[in-house]
Each structure stands twice: as structure tokens, then as C-alpha cells.
């Protein structure tokens, strides 16, 4: 069992800059790919980014290209999300989650966190 606890999210104008972590226990950590995706109110779960187990490959949502970066450190069993430039439109509970298979869909993904909220003032 892998449990998944994001942190960082909180209240940020317009322009500026988060860093979301999602700490993971469990030894399977550095065997899967993880995900950010987010949720605004009324809205479906949509994909923001994953990296591979190895750190080697990553992708973003053309939502976010260029201002949002995953990354993670395997030794300290933790994936980020350093999000610059912040729109009102990024304001939502943003998830993390670890699967087998790094992928867009949130089925791929068999561990999820409980989401932190991020709100962008404009």
C-alpha cells in the first residue's frame, strides 16, 4: 500500500509561484510514475503533468507548458510541482497520484492523495 500527502498549496496572486510536494511512504515509490492533476469546482479531474519512475521523462498539459515543472527526488520518496506564472484559471485542488504506467487518463494511476488547494488572486 502506498499512501500519497501533498502539501504547499495556499493563496497566491496572479504571476506568482508555488511549489506543491506530494511525500509518499511505502518502498514502491521509486518504481512508479507519478502525477499532478487538478480539480476546480464544478469541473472534472483534469491532467497537469507526470514524470516516469526514473526521473528520465516528463509531460505537461499544453495548459501548462513552460510555467510548470514536475520533478522528484527518489531518495526522499517525493514528487513536485514547481507552478510560476499562476493564473486565476490554476486555482484548484491539485492531486497527486502513483501508478505502473505513466499516462494522462486518472485510471492509469492507482494511488491518490487527498489534494491540496491552490487559489490564484487576481
Known amino acids: 500500500q502506498v499512501e500519497l500527502v501533498e502539501s504547499g498549496g495556499g493563496l497566491v496572486q496572479a504571476g506568482g509561484s508555488l511549489r506543491l510536494s506530494c511525500a509518499a511512504s511505502?518502498?514502491?515509490?521509486?518504481?512508479?510514475?507519478m502525477a499532478w492533476f487538478r480539480q476546480a469546482p464544478g469541473k472534472e479531474r483534469e491532467f497537469v503533468a507526470f514524470i516516469t519512475w526514473s526521473g528520465g521523462g516528463t509531460y505537461a498539459s499544453d495548459s501548462v507548458k513552460g510555467r510548470f515543472t514536475i520533478s522528484r527526488d527518489n531518495a526522499k520518496n517525493t514528487v513536485y510541482l514547481q507552478m510560476n506564472n499562476l493564473k486565476p484559471a490554476d486555482a484548484a485542488v491539485y492531486y497527486c497520484?502513483?501508478?505502473?504506467?505513466?499516462?494522462?487518463?486518472?485510471?492509469?494511476?492507482?494511488?491518490w492523495g487527498q489534494g491540496t488547494q491552490v487559489t490564484v488572486s487576481s
Open positions: 497520484a502513483g501508478g505502473f504506467v505513466a499516462a494522462i487518463g486518472t485510471s492509469s494511476y492507482d494511488y
Open positions: 511505502g518502498r514502491t515509490f521509486s518504481s512508479m510514475a
